[in-house]
């Protein structure tokens, strides 16, 4: 089996990228095998510059082939909020506190338009990179339902299912997320950074 290094501590990325990558032969490590890997500061103002910065902190130390997810929620009716921002949204950084302040900014608001978007790189020992992305449309509940996932997935409805994301087991998450979207374009690209 061969292993790829996807920059992240994020224990729900790791778990989603783990099935995802199971049935092509990869074993996924990620940061949290690495605890001497400094956290990389998060610069950056687009999902794909972040997704950069978080592979190439790895890559220096590690080589190999790096892998790295930037991704996050754009609420249209907060012009895109909280987007780049997504993970650091509230003080506390919790999903709790995020959800929470997420529900504040949206009490008495109709337009619950949202999608999940999903920016991973590859980026290969010889410096070179791609980008592949994904996105998923839904609405933002007003209460939070289900256990499953992480991140603002209890609040993420999908209008089409009649459930939010994390009333989905992470089999019928990674067929229709951004995160899974985003893994299939890489997935088929693999002829350009496995050789
Ligand atoms: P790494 O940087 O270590 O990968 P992170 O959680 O900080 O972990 P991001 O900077 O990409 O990752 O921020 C992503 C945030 O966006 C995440 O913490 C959630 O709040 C939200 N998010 C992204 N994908 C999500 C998903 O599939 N379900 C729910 N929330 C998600």
Sequence with gaps: MKTIIVATKNKGKIDEYRVL????????????????????????????????????????????????DDSGLEVSALGGAPGVHSQRYSDEGTAAANNAKLLKALAGVDSREARFVCTIVVLRPDGTHRFYQGALNGLIARVPRGTEGFGFDPLFFLPERGCTVAELDMTEKNRLSHRGRAFLAMIADRDWWSR
């Design 21 to 68: 990558f199971a049935p092509y032969g990869y074993r996924i490590e990620s940061l949290l095998d690495y605890p001497a890997i400094p956290d990389v500061e998060e610069t950056g103002t687009t999902f794909a510059e972040n997704a950069l910065l978080k592979a190439k902190a790895v890559s220096e130390r590690l080589g190999g082939i790096a892998v790295a």
